[in-house]
């Protein structure tokens, strides 16, 4: 079984500073990792996802995501974050050999960008 | 090509009552899954569904039902609704299951008990 831990309920920042979303997951077979965003009143959309290949995965709107096995970890980063960004951020992790399980999501962080 | 759509969007029931929730995933989506969002427990995977096939079940009690239609549409059923069932409900749609994470969410629906 996997898990996941998003450290930061909350994170305010001001606008066009950068910011790090931080996920740390539990698994005992190899790992594929997501980021999911959500906007208020909306369902959630796929940021980026890591599968294979390289560790360091860009996604939409500026986003990137490092993944980090010795460290479990797949923390998300954007350089210079919008009044825009403004929304709540879910980590999600399933298993790579396990067939088609269902994702586990963290309970979310809260980005508030501050004009 | 249209999103994912859920009817109804605002759902107010009293305890004891059932409750029917519907999803439209975009054409040509095959798995639909349902997961059920509340500030404290986060997101929680409810079923999947592939062709019309449960093929996986998260960790729910049987009051939690649902069923896929052969033009994919998914219906999930809450029966003798309890208090701790208001939440916001999401479905969600891809081609072949959510593992590979190309999912698309719909805007949930939102149901409320008194």
């Known amino acids: 079984a996997q898990s996941v831990t998003q450290l930061d309920s909350q994170v305010p920042v001001f606008e066009e500073a950068p910011v790090e979303l931080r996920c740390n997951y539990s698994s005992s077979v190899s790992v594929y990792l997501f980021w999911y965003v959500q906007y208020p009143n909306q369902g959630l959309q796929l940021l980026l996802k890591?599968?294979?290949?390289?560790?360091l995965v860009k996604g939409i709107n500026g986003f990137e995501a490092e993944f980090n096995k010795s460290q479990t970890s797949f923390h998300l980063r954007k350089p210079s974050v919008h009044i825009s960004d403004t929304a709540e951020y879910f980590c999600?992790?399933?298993?790579?050999?396990?067939?088609?399980?269902?994702?586990?999501f963290g309970k979310g962080t809260r980005l508030s960008v501050i004009a | 090509k249209a999103g994912v759509t859920q009817t109804p969007r605002y759902l107010i029931k009293t305890r004891g009552q059932q409750v029917t929730l519907s999803c439209s995933p975009i054409s040509g989506h095959r798995s639909v899954s349902w997961y059920q969002q509340t500030p404290g427990q986060g997101l929680q995977f409810l079923f999947e569904?592939?062709?019309?096939?449960?093929?996986n079940k998260g960790n729910f009690p049987g009051r939690f039902s649902g069923r896929q239609f052969s033009n994919s549409r998914s219906e999930m059923n809450v029966s003798t609704l309890e208090l701790g069932d208001s939440a916001l409900y999401l479905c969600a749609s891809s081609l072949s299951g959510p593992h590979y994470g190309t999912q698309y969410f719909g805007p949930g629906t939102r149901l409320t008990v008194l």
């Open positions: 890591y599968l294979s290949g390289s560790t």
């Open positions: 569904y592939f062709s019309e096939t449960q093929r």
């Open positions: 999600a992790v399933t298993g790579s050999n396990s067939g088609n399980t269902p994702l586990v």
